[in-house]
């Protein structure tokens, strides 16, 4: 008890009389003990108000005079292309896709990559063009890219936007789980052809609606895998995942969709693979396509830039888009700002503590 009593004293000083410090003046230092405290408190209360994020708007004036000058720059006529040809990348995932194959460069350097690299990487030279493979670019065309395996997923439908198309593409890896393993080329091949045949509606319907719209002159799917028609087991009883390829070319062909088949695994050169074989080419044939075998990842520059001459685009009407449209378009609506006032409390509260710290070590530091 005494050893818990003698701690909460502070400690003092023993003296005979305390009436002759009755005249003595607190200095300045006394007087600035409470501060500290004080700025501590109003520290702590500044960042709260801070967590809150109080803010304010204010609206934005427009300056006529920018307004007039970027509407003057825009006066010029923009060619927008109107029509073209419609793409469909059909790219295997499957798990097989990941080995590791060598692949001659650009610089004829010999490189070890992955089947699906490599087929991303001249997939993306194909739509945005390079001059050394031969690929004249498709930039005026309509693209849109599906992933399968066990089943067809849209990465992009068709669009103009091959920045968007070239991202989803460099997005695009095998498949890493077992229950989504499979090769059902059938499948995928009818369900792209049913999403050109809805566009071409859709684009119709806007034709007719006066908006403007885009043209699909012919349309094609370029099918690259490495494998052979395999539905996953766990699809047995399920009609469209076991589709047939030639049931789907059929219903291509009947829409005026001609169907490129690029398989890059050599192996389906041997004789116990000619049923196979013979299946995929008289499919992709019987659409005005073509079926081709890449004996080695080089080979598919060459198949593409092949593809690329076939598919060639009609010269894209073009369409003006004149200064009254541009106008209504940037004419900007009346616009607020936000100006938020947390980093103001932030500072005033670091400012304060940083005072209090200062002066209770600094100017009226105790001893003991």
Same mark, same amino acid.
Not at 244 to 267: C, H, Q, T
């Given at each position: 008890m005494r050893l818990r009593r003698s701690l909460k004293k502070f400690p003092c000083l023993k003296y005979s009389s305390t009436k002759h410090f009755t005249i003595i003046k607190n200095s300045w230092k006394v007087r600035l003990g409470p501060i500290p405290k004080v700025f501590k408190i109003s520290a702590l209360l500044l960042l709260i108000i801070a967590f809150i994020d109080p803010h304010f708007l204010f609206n934005t004036p427009v300056n006529n005079t920018d307004t007039s000058t970027e509407i003057e720059k825009s006066s010029e006529e923009i060619s927008i292309a109107t029509e073209g040809t419609a793409i469909y990348f059909v790219l295997d995932q499957s798990g097989s896709m990941s080995e590791i194959v060598n692949f001659t460069s650009e610089d004829g350097k010999n490189i070890r990559r992955s089947r699906i690299e490599i087929m991303k990487y001249v997939t993306s030279q194909f739509i945005g063009g390079n001059y050394w493979l031969g690929l004249s670019g498709r930039k005026n065309d309509m693209i849109g890219i599906i992933a399968f395996a066990r089943i067809a997923e849209v990465l992009s439908p068709l669009t103009l936007d091959h920045n968007t198309i070239l991202d989803k593409l460099a997005e695009l890896e095998t498949i890493k789980h077992q229950e989504r393993e499979g090769t059902a080329i059938g499948y995928a091949i009818f369900k792209t052809a049913n999403l050109i045949t809805a566009t071409r509606r859709f684009a119709i319907e806007s034709t007719d609606k006066a908006r403007p719209s885009y043209e699909i002159k012919s349309t094609s799917i370029i099918l690259v895998t490495d494998g052979l028609q395999n @539905?996953?087991?766990?699809?047995?009883?399920?009609?469209?995942?076991?589709?047939?390829?030639?049931?789907?070319?059929?219903?291509?062909?009947?829409?005026?969709?001609?169907?490129? /088949?690029?398989?890059?695994?050599?192996?389906?050169? #041997? @004789?116990?693979?000619?049923?196979?074989?013979?299946?995929?080419?008289?499919?992709?044939?019987?659409?005005?396509?073509?079926?081709?075998?890449?004996?080695?990842?080089?080979?598919?520059?060459?198949?593409?830039?092949? /593809?690329?001459?076939?598919?060639?685009?009609?010269?894209?009407?073009?369409?003006?888009?004149?200064?009254?449209?541009?106008?209504?378009?940037?004419?900007?609506?009346?616009?607020?700002?936000?100006?938020?006032?947390?980093?103001?409390? /932030?500072? &005033? &509260?670091?400012?304060? #503590?940083?005072?209090? /710290?200062?002066?209770?070590?600094?100017?009226?530091?105790?001893? @003991?």
């Open positions: @539905p996953n087991p766990l699809d047995r009883g399920h009609i469209l995942r076991n589709m047939s390829i030639s049931d789907a070319a059929g219903y291509a062909s009947k829409n005026n969709i001609r169907l490129y /088949i690029v398989n890059i695994e050599p192996a389906i050169r #041997l @004789p116990q693979f000619t049923n196979a074989r013979k299946e995929l080419k008289t499919a992709a044939e019987a659409t005005g396509g073509s079926f081709y075998i890449a004996d080695d990842p080089t080979h598919l520059q060459r198949i593409y830039a092949e /593809i690329d001459s076939l598919e060639r685009s009609p010269l894209p009407e073009e369409k003006k888009l004149h200064a009254d449209v541009i106008e209504t378009m940037i004419s900007p609506p009346e616009q607020y700002r936000q100006a938020s006032l947390y980093p103001y409390f /932030i500072a &005033g &509260g670091l400012v304060l #503590l940083m005072l209090s /710290i200062f002066i209770s070590t600094i100017i009226i530091r105790r001893v @003991p």
